[in-house]
């Protein structure tokens, strides 16, 4: 079995790299309106130079896995702002791209919690659907619009979990085919667990973005090696290697919220297990000290007897 690893947005262990500086739409609204533009393009070329920094940093640590910030154009998907944030940049766009696909790195992106197709309100499905097409827009710019995916939770219950779901199945029918064929759901910490999670992706034939932290705060009924061998298959569709979020509670108190890095006990009831079915897999970091906390896993899991480091962020185990 083989496991690689990644990491969410921002390596910290850079310096002044964030990839996602913003701006709000107040502060947009006050400056001159012939400064507004500049402004946006300012910050944009920026997110895209700090997120070339990180491709670079995870070449030269050997991490084959990376999340892309969503917020690289700031006030793309504003309804009273909506901007050209691919043309201006095609040259940045696409050398990260090339960068990506050169090297065989693993590139996804997370849509925000408001990124649902449950809600009753016709609106939300439609800023939804605005949401999954500004980060398609992204991959495209980017040429990975065939290799990366789009992840997001099923949503909210509305009190009403079975008409809920219905409702998510009816609203994501807007979503243009050629997104949705990019798209991962993830079992999330408070709603829809594990077992809900992979009915609706086997319906919806999308691959489950299975989150152990989340599974662990909120279980389903399936016995673990069950669930992940269903969701395993769920992602033949599109020819990926499973991917597994991976994080540990900060303390039992706030057991849903992520540590600073990944305690290796926490993850011993799911390790046997992967090891178990014996399929590859991916592990996606979500730490908050993101690439320190990768990197420190890393080494944890390497001292497993049996497990051998074959790279910067690929381990084997017999």
Request: with cysteine; net charge neutral.
């Amino acid at each position: 079995m083989i496991i690689r690893f990644g990491y969410v947005s921002t390596a910290i262990s850079l310096w002044e790299a964030s990839p996602s500086r913003t701006m709000t739409f107040a502060r947009y609204g006050q400056m001159p309106k012939e400064e507004r533009l500049d402004k946006l393009h300012r910050i944009t070329r920026s997110n895209l130079d700090s997120t070339k920094r990180m491709i670079y940093y995870n070449l030269a640590y050997g991490l084959p896995l990376y999340r892309f910030s969503s917020s690289i154009a700031p006030l793309a998907t504003h309804p009273e702002v909506k901007w050209d944030f691919v043309n201006p940049f095609l040259e940045q766009w696409r050398e990260i791209g090339t960068l990506v696909r050169e090297n065989g790195l693993r590139t996804s992106f997370h849509p925000n919690q408001y990124t649902l197709f449950t809600s009753p309100r016709p609106e939300v499905t439609d800023n939804a659907v605005i949401d999954m097409e500004y980060h398609y827009s992204m991959l495209q710019a980017m040429g990975l619009e065939n290799d990366g995916v789009l992840n997001i939770h099923i949503g909210g219950a509305y009190g009403n979990k079975e008409e809920t779901i219905l409702r998510f199945h009816e609203n994501l029918k807007k979503l243009p085919l050629h997104i949705k064929e990019r798209m991962t759901l993830e079992n999330d910490d408070k709603t829809y667990h594990g077992d809900e999670t992979l009915a609706a992706c086997q319906k919806e034939n999308v691959p489950l973005m299975f989150d152990y932290h989340h599974h662990m705060a909120n279980p389903g009924s399936m016995e673990l090696e069950d669930l992940l061998t269903a969701g395993f298959a769920t992602w033949e569709r599109i020819g990926l290697r499973p991917k597994i979020h991976i994080s540990s509670p900060k303390t039992e108190k706030a057991y849903r919220s992520h540590a600073d890095y990944v305690d290796p006990e926490f993850l011993q009831p799911l390790l046997p297990v992967l090891r178990r079915i014996g399929a590859d897999v991916d592990f996606m970091i979500e730490a908050k000290r993101k690439d320190q906390a990768c990197l420190q896993l890393i080494e944890d899991l390497a001292k497993i007897r049996g497990v051998k480091r074959i790279g910067g962020g690929v381990l084997e185990w017999k």
